[in-house]
Every structure is written in structure tokens, then in C-alpha cells.
């Protein structure tokens, strides 16, 4: 993480230090949301970057905002801390129809601002300074920032990079007296992996026999491939004193900006949770609860429409990258919207070739390193944009790599 750091610095931004905590000195804003803001400066840039869905928030949702923001006069006010009673509710039937998961709307789920707040509240709650937590690697960046604003340790395990599915003999050769938890992102951001149910199984057996907790972020759940299935660990009986399991609305919905997701998680635990939540947020925001109920309530064919697009999109990406097959190699998502793509240049970081992609040729990656030690030598490619932003984009890459960019 050193290397982004030094590059973000490089291109221009600077940080104080003096009389600033240790816990936030040891952090710093993810390069998925630092690409863009450099872009901006760029000018005319096309993203693969950031993971925002290119479609609408569905109309009957707005339109259910809208009446309710117009008839409602409490609209404007905070909801309970834990959320609406109503939408607590219409997550435990989801939950229990979906998942046969038998979750109480009133001790076992809480409404957050969006996964990124239950993920961050995870994390606060169980891990003390010096506890270690696995994160297999490739990982989602803002994971590695939770846990050290926790002043814990991160434990990077890396995944096999000829599938992106986990190393079960890596993960339990990791665990010592030290370590706390696991967090798994299922199915993966950033790779696009979905997990076998063997591997998750057996980690779920790792976890139980150590007494490890899992953090489990469930955002992109719904987005498997080619007839597929997500296997969560969310159900699994003998996590349930030790499973923290985050959702989002974010993306099944398109509703990155609503700002909405939940937890789920033992009564025991959720109490502990919700004082972070009342510290940094009191509630999630009204409308966008009502937004989520809305979701939940509606038709589900939006999803079904938004899982299609992004099947196709898939396929393209994939396809623009078999035409540079020598420049870069990958594997096929399963899942998510990501893939990781290792570019064929020795001797150049990723932090390194992703800048030069941006200013050169305009085109937003995000560098492999953001995502722990196994993501170097690649960058991120997100195809949640539109089919003509993706050939865009990997138009002006052609051109860009057809001009020998690094050449010695």
C-alpha cells in the first residue's frame, strides 16, 4: 500500500500529518475512488474503473420516493436507529425466502449506510489493535483500510491466480493465536470469482474450530453468471454466533447513490454494532430506507434486466481482451462486474502502468497493488458501464498499446 500512497503523492496530493491520530496516518482513500478524482483533472476520460452500474435507479422505486416525500410528513426526519421497522421486516422475509435464513427484524438486522458503513462497523466492533485478519488476496481495497483504522493487521492470502478461487491450505496455515477474523467478499471484488461451496465450507469449519469471526460482504450476491449460484455462508448454523453478513442495495438496484445496506448478524453482536452506527451515522437516511422498501416490494424484473445487461457486457470486455491476448491475460468472471487483467510488461508497477493509462490514453483502470500484494502486475477492468463506454475505452487502449508505450 506504500506504493500507492508514494504515487498518489506524486501526482499531486498532499496530506498532513502533524497532530493527526495514527489510526487515520495509517490509512488513505482507496486508488478506486483517487483514479477518478485524478481523471477529473486529466479531462475527456472514459472509466473502467469505479464500480458504478451505468443504469437508472428503477421508476417505481423514484416514484415511490417521491410520493412518499411528498405525502409523508415525516419523510424528513430520522428513523429509529436500527431502521424502519417496516424494512427490517421486509429483509427478515427476504432473507428467510431467499435464503431460508430465520433472521429477527428487531435484534438480528440493522440498516446501514450503505455496506460500507456495516462493513467498517464489522470490523470496529470485533478487531482490537494487533489482531490479525485474513483477507484473501486479491481484495477489496476498502477492507484493508477497515481493518487498519481497527489498528489491526492485515493478513493477505493469496488466491489461485489460475482461477481466483481460495487456497484452503493457505487460509488455515495463516491462522495462529493472533488472528480474529475473516473477511470474504463472495462473489469477489475484485476478480469476479464466485467461490466453490467446498472451499466456503471448509472455511466455514476453519472459523468454527479456531473461533474466528467472518465478516462477510454479500453486495454483489445477486450477480452470478452462465446459470450459476452464490453459496453464502450467511446461512450456515455454526457461523451464527460468529457470522457478521453485509448487503447492499447498492448495485442489485442501482442505487449506488442512495447511500443503503444492512446487516445481518446475532443479537448479541448487532448491539455492539449499532453503537458505531449511533456514534457515526444514527440512522440511515429516511428516503433512502424507503427507497430500499420500494426495491424490496417491487417488481424484481429490474434486477433480472440489470443481470442481463451485465452478462453481455461481460462478454464483451472479455472479447476486447482476447483481441489483446498480448498484452494481457485474465480469467472469466463468474460473478460481480470486475476482472482482473494481467498485463504483460515487466518491470512496471501497477500503480505506474494504470497512471500512464489514464493520462495517455484517458482511459480510468484501477492498479492491481490497491488490492494487497496479489494484485500487482494487474489492473481492475470494470464493465458496469455501457457497451459503448467499454469499446471506447479499449478502442483508445488498442491505439495506446499499439504505440509500444513501454518500450526499452
Known amino acids: 500500500m506504500e506504493l500507492i500512497r508514494s504515487a498518489l503523492v506524486a501526482s499531486g496530493k498532499t496530506y498532513r500529518t502533524e497532530g493527526i491520530s495514527r489510526r487515520v496516518r495509517q490509512i488513505t482513500i482507496s486508488a478506486i475512488k483517487e483514479m477518478p478524482l485524478i481523471a477529473s483533472r486529466v479531462g475527456g476520460c472514459v472509466s473502467l474503473g469505479q464500480g458504478i452500474p451505468s443504469f437508472p435507479t428503477p421508476s417505481h422505486i423514484v416514484d415511490a420516493v417521491c410520493r412518499f416525500l411528498k405525502n409523508n410528513?415525516?419523510?424528513?426526519?430520522?428513523?429509529?436507529?436500527?431502521?424502519?421497522?417496516?424494512?427490517?421486516?421486509?429483509?427478515?422475509?427476504?432473507?428467510?425466502?431467499?435464503?431460508?435464513?430465520?433472521?429477527?427484524?428487531?435484534?438480528?438486522?440493522?440498516?446501514?449506510?450503505?455496506?460500507?458503513?456495516?462493513l467498517s462497523a464489522a470490523v470496529l466492533t470485533v478487531v482490537d489493535r494487533g489482531d490479525e485478519v485474513i483477507l484473501p488476496s486479491p481484495n477489496y481495497a476498502s477492507h484493508i483500510e477497515q481493518?487498519?483504522?481497527?489498528?489491526?493487521?492485515?493478513?493477505?492470502?493469496?488466491?489461485?491466480?489460475?482461477?481466483?478461487?481460495?487456497?484452503?491450505?493457505?487460509?488455515?496455515?495463516?491462522?495462529?493465536?493472533?488472528t480474529k477474523a475473516i473477511v470474504l467478499c463472495n462473489p469477489h471484488n475484485p476478480t469476479g470469482a464466485s467461490f466453490a461451496e467446498r472451499d466456503l465450507r471448509e472455511l466455514a469449519r476453519i472459523a468454527a474450530e479456531h473461533d474466528l469471526f467472518v465478516i462477510s460482504d454479500e453486495t454483489y450476491d445477486f450477480l452470478v453468471y452462465d446459470h450459476g449460484k452464490c453459496f453464502s455462508l450467511s446461512g450456515m448454523p455454526e457461523l451464527k454466533e460468529r457470522m457478521i453478513a453485509t448487503f447492499s442495495f447498492s448495485k442489485k438496484y442501482a442505487m449506488t447513490g442512495w447511500r443503503v445496506g444492512y446487516v445481518f448478524a446475532s443479537e448479541g453482536i448487532l448491539d455492539q454494532m449499532m453503537k458505531i452506527h449511533d456514534a457515526t451515522a444514527i440512522c440511515a437516511p429516511t428516503?433512502?430506507?424507503?427507497?430500499?422498501?420500494?426495491?424490496?416490494?417491487?417488481?424484481?424484473?429490474?434486477?433480472?434486466?440489470?443481470?442481463?445487461?451485465?452478462?453481455?457486457?461481460?462478454?464483451?470486455?472479455?472479447?476486447?481482451?482476447?483481441?489483446?491476448?498480448?498484452?494481457?491475460g485474465y480469467v472469466k468472471p463468474r460473478g460481480a462486474y470486475y476482472l482482473m487483467a494481467r498485463y504483460r510488461v515487466r518491470g512496471v508497477d501497477s500503480m505506474t502502468f494504470a497512471l500512464r493509462l489514464l493520462r495517455e490514453a484517458r482511459v480510468i483502470t484501477i492498479p492491481g497493488a490497491a488490492f494487497g500484494p496479489a494484485g500487482e502486475n494487474h489492473v481492475r477492468i470494470s464493465f458496469g458501464g455501457t457497451e459503448e463506454e467499454i469499446n471506447e475505452a479499449f478502442d483508445r487502449m488498442e491505439r495506446w498499446l499499439a504505440n509500444n508505450p513501454f518500450r526499452t
Open 73 to 118: 410528513p415525516d419523510s424528513g426526519k430520522y428513523t429509529l436507529g436500527p431502521g424502519m421497522p417496516e424494512l427490517r421486516s421486509a429483509i427478515s422475509r427476504y432473507l428467510h425466502e431467499q435464503r431460508g435464513i430465520v433472521a429477527d427484524p428487531d435484534g438480528e438486522i440493522g440498516i446501514t449506510v450503505g455496506a460500507m458503513e456495516a
Open 147 to 178: 481493518v487498519l483504522l481497527a489498528e489491526g493487521v492485515p493478513v493477505f492470502v493469496p488466491l489461485r491466480e489460475e482461477d481466483w478461487q481460495l487456497d484452503i491450505d493457505a487460509i488455515r496455515a495463516a491462522v495462529n493465536s493472533r
Open 287 to 328: 428516503l433512502s430506507q424507503y427507497a430500499a422498501l420500494a426495491a424490496l416490494d417491487g417488481t424484481q424484473d429490474c434486477v433480472d434486466d440489470i443481470r442481463s445487461a451485465l452478462a453481455s457486457r461481460r462478454d464483451l470486455a472479455c472479447s476486447r481482451l482476447d483481441a489483446l491476448a498480448d498484452f494481457f
